[in-house]
């Protein structure tokens, strides 16, 4: 269930250094802006993780009242203005203009109010503020594990209500605010074609995989939380990475969820097979007829990142011809801003066929006649990538 801190601290007259121009004050000598805090709220809505509201109140409560430039509105005022009215503060902080009536009854210059979702060993917090005479809002969101986490959404909070960013983030505030709680241990199911394939569980080698994508390797008592796996089985297999075209093991980091099951698919395989892959840019085979000539005057186009991810923009033309003498094409590629123009035509009862290279694209075109039928075959394919080039 969700559960809201309400709170708000006692006002306090802060003695200042000159701030600079903030939204809510014309000068440097101005009166210090009054900020009404009114609550940290759960939104994870976990009751384990409750405990983290108290802190994250304290933290901020602390950081605010040492902000030169801001003070707070004390709870009694704004415990008055809810009873008078009848409000609600869940109510209030969902309702822009309800909100910004609530503040003007109470004096305030500005509304703010946290949110916090709590993590196995993090918070993600979220400062939300109104500007109770603009309407204007704005969020800081942080994530962490320790004070400084909330005292950096402080500082970006402060930035924002006196134009100066206090520093509150330090050595000190390194401490964990995340109590460890007591998790039940989980499971990983991995799944994997390799036969004998090694298995590294957090650095440390935990079996060999089955050879059966049906049967997976089980490991059992995995404490919850970030694991990392890697699958080795040779030099001739891994994941290729692109577009860089880097060779390795396969290797990932997994969350184990509190007495849940990771269920992973080892994508190794070997080097030749997906350099093959990879290659192809395009391949076609087409029946002529009149019928779908249109097919044919069609361009061919695509694109693909080299090796240093830049742009490579690929386009083909075949411009075909029947005439009497049979179906001829006159292929123009385009690849990278570089153009080359071909010609080919079809012989009675045989194969005739052409390869081109450009740039990083390989062009192979073939016309099949036999007995009045064309079968053209195209194909497109990248000249920076073949098989055993993980060798070079």
Same mark, same amino acid.
């Given at each position: 269930?969700?559960?809201?801190?309400?709170?708000?601290?006692?006002?306090?007259?802060?003695?200042?250094?000159?701030?600079?121009?903030?939204?809510?004050?014309?000068?440097?000598?101005?009166?210090?802006?009054?900020?009404?805090?009114?609550?940290?709220?759960?939104?994870?809505?976990?009751?384990?993780?409750?405990?983290l509201?108290?802190?994250?109140? #304290?933290l901020?409560?602390?950081?605010?009242?040492?902000?030169?430039?801001?003070?707070?509105?004390?709870?009694?005022?704004?415990?008055?203005?809810?009873?008078?009215?009848?409000?609600?503060?869940?109510?209030l902080?969902?309702d822009?203009? #309800?909100?910004r009536?609530?503040?003007?009854?109470?004096g305030?210059?500005f509304?703010?109010?946290?949110?916090?979702?709590g993590?196995?060993?993090e918070?993600?917090?979220?400062?939300?503020?109104? *500007?109770?005479?603009?309407?204007?809002? =704005?969020?800081?969101?942080e994530?962490?594990?320790?004070? *400084?986490?909330?005292?950096?959404?402080?500082?970006?909070?402060?930035?924002?209500?006196?134009?100066?960013?206090?520093n509150?983030?330090?050595?000190?505030g390194?401490?964990?605010?995340?109590?460890?709680?007591?998790l039940?241990?989980?499971?990983?199911a991995?799944?994997?074609?390799?036969?004998?394939?090694?298995?590294?569980?957090?650095?440390?080698?935990? #079996?060999?995989?089955?050879?059966?994508?049906?049967?997976?390797?089980i490991?059992? =008592?995995?404490?919850? #939380?970030?694991h990392?796996?890697?699958?080795?089985?040779?030099?001739?297999? @891994?994941?290729v990475?692109?577009?860089?075209l880097?060779?390795?093991?396969?290797?990932?980091?997994f969350?184990?969820?509190?007495g849940?099951?990771?269920v992973?698919?080892?994508?190794?395989?070997?080097f030749n097979?997906?350099?093959?892959?990879?290659?192809?840019?395009?391949?076609?085979?087409?029946?002529?007829s009149?019928?779908?000539?249109?097919?044919?005057?069609? =361009?061919r186009?695509?694109?693909?990142?080299?090796?240093? @991810?830049?742009?490579?923009?690929?386009?083909?033309?075949?411009?075909?011809t029947?005439?009497?003498?049979?179906?001829?094409?006159?292929?123009?590629?385009?690849?990278?801003g570089?153009?080359?123009?071909?010609?080919l035509?079809s012989?009675?009862?045989?194969?005739?066929?052409?390869?081109?290279?450009?740039?990083?694209?390989?062009l192979?075109?073939?016309?099949?006649?036999?007995?009045?039928?064309?079968?053209?075959?195209i194909?497109?394919?990248r000249?920076?990538?073949?098989?055993?080039?993980?060798?070079?």
């Amino acid at each position: 269930m969700k559960r809201k801190l309400l709170f708000v601290c006692l006002a306090a007259c802060l003695v200042a250094s000159l701030p600079a121009q903030a939204p809510a004050t014309a000068t440097a000598t101005a009166a210090p802006v009054k900020v009404a805090f009114l609550a940290v709220n759960n939104l994870g809505g976990d009751a384990q993780t409750e405990y983290l509201g108290g802190a994250i109140q #304290g933290l901020l409560l602390f950081d605010l009242t040492r902000s030169p430039g801001v003070t707070l509105l004390d709870r009694n005022s704004l415990d008055r203005v809810l009873r008078e009215q009848e409000l609600q503060l869940s109510g209030l902080m969902d309702d822009a203009e #309800g909100s910004r009536r609530f503040g003007q009854l109470l004096g305030a210059d500005f509304l703010a109010w946290a949110e916090f979702v709590g993590l196995e060993s993090e918070v993600m917090l979220t400062l939300r503020v109104v *500007n109770v005479a603009s309407g204007q809002s =704005a969020a800081f969101r942080e994530r962490g594990g320790d004070e *400084n986490a909330v005292h950096r959404a402080a500082e970006s909070l402060a930035l924002f209500l006196t134009g100066s960013r206090p520093n509150f983030a330090g050595a000190s505030g390194e401490r964990s605010i995340v109590r460890q709680l007591e998790l039940a241990p989980g499971s990983l199911a991995l799944h994997s074609i390799l036969v004998r394939g090694e298995i590294y569980l957090d650095g440390e080698f935990a #079996g060999y995989t089955t050879g059966s994508s049906e049967i997976p390797f089980i490991v059992d =008592a995995l404490p919850a #939380g970030r694991h990392s796996l890697r699958v080795h089985l040779g030099s001739g297999f @891994g994941v290729v990475t692109m577009p860089e075209l880097s060779f390795g093991d396969w290797q990932t980091e997994f969350e184990v969820p509190s007495g849940g099951r990771v269920v992973l698919r080892d994508p190794t395989r070997d080097f030749n097979s997906q350099l093959l892959r990879l290659q192809v840019l395009l391949e076609e085979t087409i029946v002529w007829s009149e019928a779908n000539s249109g097919r044919f005057a069609q =361009a061919r186009e695509l694109n693909f990142l080299d090796r240093a @991810g830049n742009p490579v923009v690929v386009r083909l033309l075949l411009n075909p011809t029947n005439a009497a003498g049979g179906l001829s094409l006159a292929p123009s590629l385009e690849v990278g801003g570089q153009s080359l123009s071909l010609s080919l035509a079809s012989r009675a009862g045989g194969l005739v066929e052409l390869e081109r290279t450009l740039g990083l694209v390989i062009l192979r075109v073939s016309i099949d006649r036999r007995s009045n039928r064309y079968q053209i075959t195209i194909s497109l394919k990248r000249a920076d990538i073949y098989p055993g080039m993980q060798d070079d």
